[in-house]
């Protein structure tokens, strides 16, 4: 587990990251990776000295299962609210089940499922703070209902879930395979540039420190107009 400042810490799960924030109410948990890895959150919060109950709230980015794999077991163990955009809720919650985007995570989707949660709080507007702390910015694109989080520490630490990815301290578009519209995708990007933060973290690849708003920038600018 890597801290990347001073209270927020990335625990890679396999290919997926889940970010494990310190906060005066609890531990925060921005997504819970692939599905039967728990245990694996449970030994990272040991290690900051924290357990399962500490988890105060799970703040979802989207809908598919290596972001939202643990998050039935966490809520139930942990009593934490869990809080996602309304247009991908219903897929959280197994109200709906859409099939999935191209081949591969479609042959995934038969052998590896999140189990279904509640969700206690939902998101809606397109910018809103869910809790103290947290501005939810609506990323649509990857899904409908992509959340990226902005977490106002350290001059802004940006978790950017699937809608980009960090490579080698540039940021590069997030995987399209699965997204619902590659495009929007794109776009929101761009408007995560209009915003400020000095870190971005990813739910794949590795995270941007110093500056990172201006990757984000320099992403934006090779769109097309
Ligand atoms: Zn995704
Ligand atoms: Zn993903």
Same mark, same amino acid.
């Given at each position: 587990?890597?801290?990347?400042?001073?209270?927020?810490? +990335?625990?890679?799960?396999?290919?997926?990251?889940?970010?494990?924030? *310190?906060?005066?109410?609890?531990?925060?948990?921005?997504? #819970?990776?692939?599905?039967?890895?728990?245990?694996?959150?449970?030994?990272?919060?040991?290690?900051?000295?924290?357990?399962?109950?500490?988890?105060? #709230?799970? !703040?979802? #980015?989207?809908?598919?299962?290596?972001?939202?794999?643990?998050?039935?077991?966490?809520?139930?163990?942990?009593?934490?609210?869990?809080?996602?955009?309304?247009?991908?809720?219903?897929?959280?919650?197994?109200?709906?089940?859409?099939?999935?985007?191209?081949?591969?995570?479609? !042959?995934?989707?038969?052998?590896?499922?999140?189990?279904?949660?509640?969700?206690?709080? *939902?998101?809606?507007?397109? +910018?809103?703070?869910?809790?103290?702390?947290?501005?939810? *910015?609506?990323?649509?694109?990857?899904?409908?209902?992509?959340?990226?989080?902005?977490?106002?520490?350290?001059?802004?630490?940006?978790?950017?879930?699937?809608?980009? #990815?960090?490579?080698?301290?540039?940021?590069?578009?997030?995987?399209?395979?699965?997204?619902?519209?590659?495009?929007?995708?794109?776009?929101?990007?761009?408007?995560?540039?209009?915003?400020?933060?000095?870190?971005?973290?990813?739910?794949?690849?590795?995270?941007?420190?110093?500056?990172?708003?201006?990757?984000?920038?320099?992403?934006?600018?090779?769109?097309?107009?």
């Amino acid at each position: 587990m890597r801290e990347i400042v001073d209270g927020v810490f +990335e625990l890679g799960l396999g290919f997926v990251n889940v970010h494990l924030v *310190v906060t005066d109410d609890g531990v925060v948990l921005v997504d #819970t990776g692939l599905p039967r890895r728990s245990k694996q959150i449970e030994r990272g919060l040991l290690e900051i000295r924290k357990q399962i109950g500490d988890v105060r #709230t799970v !703040l979802l #980015t989207h809908h598919h299962f290596d972001h939202i794999g643990n998050v039935a077991d966490l809520r139930q163990r942990s009593g934490a609210r869990v809080i996602a955009h309304a247009a991908d809720a219903p897929v959280i919650s197994g109200a709906i089940r859409p099939e999935p985007k191209g081949m591969l995570p479609r !042959l995934i989707s038969r052998v590896m499922t999140a189990e279904p949660t509640k969700i206690d709080q *939902v998101i809606t507007a397109d +910018e809103s703070e869910p809790i103290p702390g947290f501005t939810a *910015v609506h990323t649509p694109g990857h899904t409908r209902g992509h959340v990226s989080y902005l977490l106002d520490r350290a001059d802004g630490v940006l978790f950017a879930g699937d809608t980009a #990815t960090g490579k080698d301290g540039a940021v590069i578009s997030g995987p399209k395979r699965a997204a619902d519209d590659p495009a929007e995708q794109d776009r929101s990007v761009a408007k995560l540039a209009t915003h400020n933060f000095e870190h971005a973290v990813f739910g794949h690849g590795t995270a941007v420190s110093g500056k990172a708003v201006d990757r984000f920038r320099e992403f934006a600018s090779g769109l097309p107009q």
